[in-house]
C-alpha cells in the first residue's frame, strides 16, 4: 500500500497517516488538566493580562480525570483551580499540549502565590457533551471566556466583554478538523503497516519512541505514587513479559504523579499513549528486531487502538488502557508474524484482540491517578495473553459474553457497552467521587 497505489481508494493512504499525525502528539501531564491550563493561557492572552477571578466549568469526565491527578510544573498541586492557574500564571499556549513545559522555579513560585489569592471556583457543566471546558475570567472591567469541546485543543469559543471573537459549531461526539476515523479497519491497518512508506511517519514514531522510553525509565528511577513499575520487576523478574508490563506502568506512574518529561500521547491520552508503544519496544528489544520492524508493529498498535477507541470516544466509564493493552498484543502479534502470508497475520492479529477484549473490557475509569498504572500492568497482560492464547491454538468464540464473530463486529459491541451501556455507570463513578472520596 504505497502513495499512488489504485488500491488506497478503498482505504485511503493519507487519511491513515494523518489520523497518525493528529493522534500522536506530545503532551505534557494528563491530558485533562492540561486542556484547562491551555484554555486559561488562552485567556490570559485574551484578556492582555491575568485574571483577578476565574470560574470553570466542566463536563462531568473531565472533572473525573483532573481531580487526583498532579498538575505538571507546579510542585506537587493537584486538581482543576490548580491547572487553571498554573495556565493562567505561567502557561505558554502556543505550545499547546505541552503549555506548561517552560516552568521553571520562579514560574512555579508565581503559580502558588497566584492560586492563594485569586478566587477559582469551579462547577458541574450542563452539556450533553462528554468533553467539554468552559473557563470564564475577570480583570478590572474586563472579562473573557474559552472553550473547548470534543478534544484537548479544540477551542470552539472565545469571548472578550463579550463581543465573539471565534464561534465554531459543537456537535456531541464530533471531532471538527480531525480527520474521520471510519476509514480504519483491522485488515487496513495491517495491509498499511505493511507497506507504508515510513519517511511519512519516521518523525512521529522515533519520537514516540524517545519520549516514551525516556519517561518510563524515570518512572522506574524514581519515586512515583505507588510505583507499580519497579513492583513488577522487583517481584516477578525480568522476563519480557514483566519488562513489557512494568515500562508501560513506570511511565504512568511518573506522568500522573508530577514528572516534567514529556509523552506521546495517542486517541488524546498519555496513559494510552503509553500502553500502546512502550510493551512493543520491549518485544522488539527480545526479538532483535530491525528499526524497520519496530516502526510497522507500532503503526499495528497504535492504529488498532485509535481505531478501539474512535466509537468509545475520548472519555468515559471505559478504561482506554483496555483499547491500548490490545493495540500493543496486536502490535506484538505483528512482530511475531510480519513474514506471514496476509491473511495468516490478520487471523493472528484479529483473534489477539478478540481474545484480550474477552478478558479485559470490564475495567472503568475512575479517572487519573495513581492506579492508572496497575490498570495499564493489566490491560498489558491481556493483550500478551491474547497473542500467547492464539499462538496456543487457543481462542474465545462468537457468543461468548459480548464476543461476535468477527474482529469488527466485536471492537463494534465494545464501542456499544462504553458509550451506551456504561452511561449510568459513568454518573455513579462520578458521584462516588465528589461526594463520597
Known amino acids: 500500500m504505497k502513495k499512488g497505489d489504485p488500491a488506497m481508494d478503498a482505504v485511503s493512504y493519507q487519511d491513515y497517516v494523518n489520523i497518525l499525525k493528529e493522534e500522536l502528539v506530545p503532551a505534557m501531564g494528563c491530558t485533562e488538566p492540561i486542556a484547562i491550563a491551555y484554555a486559561a493561557a488562552v485567556l490570559r492572552e485574551t484578556l492582555g493580562r491575568p485574571a483577578e477571578r476565574m470560574e470553570v466549568e466542566a463536563s462531568g469526565n473531565i472533572i473525573k480525570n483532573v481531580k487526583s491527578v498532579f498538575v505538571p510544573g507546579t510542585g506537587g498541586l493537584r486538581g482543576i483551580p490548580a491547572a487553571a492557574a498554573a495556565g493562567m500564571a505561567a502557561g505558554d499556549p502556543s505550545l499547546d499540549l505541552e503549555v506548561l513545559s517552560q516552568i521553571g522555579e520562579a514560574e512555579q513560585a508565581r503559580i502558588r502565590e497566584y492560586l492563594a489569592h485569586t478566587p477559582i471556583t469551579v ?15 475577570w480583570a478590572g472591567e474586563d472579562s473573557a471566556l474559552v472553550r473547548i469541546a470534543n478534544y484537548h485543543t479544540h477551542i470552539v469559543r472565545i469571548e472578550k466583554n463579550g463581543a465573539v471573537l471565534k464561534d465554531l459549531p459543537v456537535q456531541a461526539a464530533a471531532e471538527e478538523g480531525l480527520t474521520d476515523k471510519s476509514v480504519l479497519s483491522v485488515r487496513g491497518i495491517l495491509e498499511f503497516a505493511r507497506e507504508a512508506d515510513l519517511s511519512d511517519v519516521e518523525e512521529t514514531l522515533s519520537r514516540q519512541i524517545r519520549f ?12 512515583y505514587g505507588a510505583n507499580i ?23 504512568s506512574d511518573a506522568r500522573m504523579n508530577g514528572c516534567g518529561l514529556p509523552v506521546v500521547i495517542v486517541s488524546g ?13 520491549e518485544y522488539a ?10 516502526y510497522r508493529a507500532l503503526l499495528v498498535s497504535d492504529l488498532i487502538t485509535i481505531h478501539l477507541k474512535a466509537e468509545i470516544g475520548r472519555l468515559s466509564a471505559y478504561c482506554g488502557a483496555v483499547s491500548a493493552g490490545c493495540g500493543s498484543g496486536a502490535g506484538i502479534a505483528y512482530l511475531y508474524g510480519k513474514d506471514k502470508p496476509e491473511e495468516a497475520l490478520l487471523k493472528d492479529v484479529s483473534h489477539t484482540i478478540v481474545n484480550s477484549l474477552a478478558v479485559v473490557s470490564g475495567m ?10 496497575a490498570k495499564i500492568a493489566s490491560a498489558v497482560d491481556a493483550g500478551i495473553l491474547g497473542f500467547t492464547m492464539y499462538q496456543q491454538g487457543q481462542q474465545f468464540r462468537g457468543g461468548d459474553g459480548i464476543i461476535s464473530k468477527g474482529v469488527e463486529e466485536t471492537i463494534h459491541n465494545i464501542g456499544l457497552l462504553a458509550t451506551q451501556g456504561m452511561r449510568e455507570t459513568d454518573r455513579e463513578i462520578l458521584d462516588i467521587m465528589t461526594t463520597r472520596c
Do not use: H, W
Open 229 to 251: 513499575g519497579q513492583v513488577l520487576l522487583s517481584a516477578y523478574g525480568d522476563d519480557v513479559k514483566i519488562r513489557a508490563k512494568a515500562m508501560a506502568a513506570a511511565g
Open 285 to 294: 528489544k527480545e526479538l532483535g528486531t530491525d528499526q524497520e520492524t519496530l
Open 123 to 137: 462547577k458541574l457543566a450542563d452539556s450533553p457533551l462528554i468533553f467539554d471546558i468552559l473557563v470564564r475570567a
Open 269 to 281: 491520552s498519555g496513559n494510552q499513549g503509553l500502553t500502546a508503544s512502550l510493551p512493543v519496544i
Open 364 to 373: 472503568v475509569c475512575d479517572g487519573a491517578k495513581a492506579s492508572c498504572a
Open 212 to 223: 516514551n522510553t525516556a519517561i518510563a525509565q524515570e518512572g522506574l528511577r524514581g519515586d
